[in-house]
């Protein structure tokens, strides 16, 4: 399994990114994923989830109404668009497969993203 994941940046606050993840080596299309992110000193915490159908997201209450997950099947990739970033979206963003409920233990590098002026 290979998780890349890229797009990250250095952004003003109230600008846009957007993160893509390629995936390899497992049935992309019947499963979950999901992005998380890691700022400095903190937890690894969960960002946005999508069903394999692209019928179910779900966001975190901190990014909801300006992000938007989404996912292309056939080329096995999944995207986070970004958008009105904040400071606080600071943070290495990273994304994984939801197999039982969570996040696979197979992280990717993981791709960095700045807010700041």
């Known amino acids: 399994v290979q998780l890349v994941e890229s797009g990250g940046g250095l952004v003003q606050p109230g600008g846009s990114l957007r993160l893509s993840c390629a995936t390899s080596?497992?049935?992309?299309?019947?499963?979950?994923m999901a992005w998380y992110r890691q700022a400095p000193g903190k937890e690894r915490e969960f960002v946005a989830f999508?069903?394999?159908?692209?019928?179910?997201?779900k966001y975190a209450d901190s990014v909801k109404g300006r992000f938007a997950i989404s996912r292309d099947n056939p080329k096995k990739t999944v995207a986070l668009q970004m958008n009105s970033l904040k400071t606080d979206d600071t943070g290495v963003y990273y994304c994984?497969?939801?197999?039982?409920?969570?996040?696979?233990?197979?992280w990717g590098q993981g791709t960095q993203v700045t807010v700041s002026s």
């Open positions: 999508i069903d394999s159908t692209s019928r179910l997201t």
């Open positions: 994984n497969i939801i197999r039982s409920g969570g996040p696979t233990d197979i």
């Open positions: 080596g497992f049935i992309f299309s019947v499963y979950s």
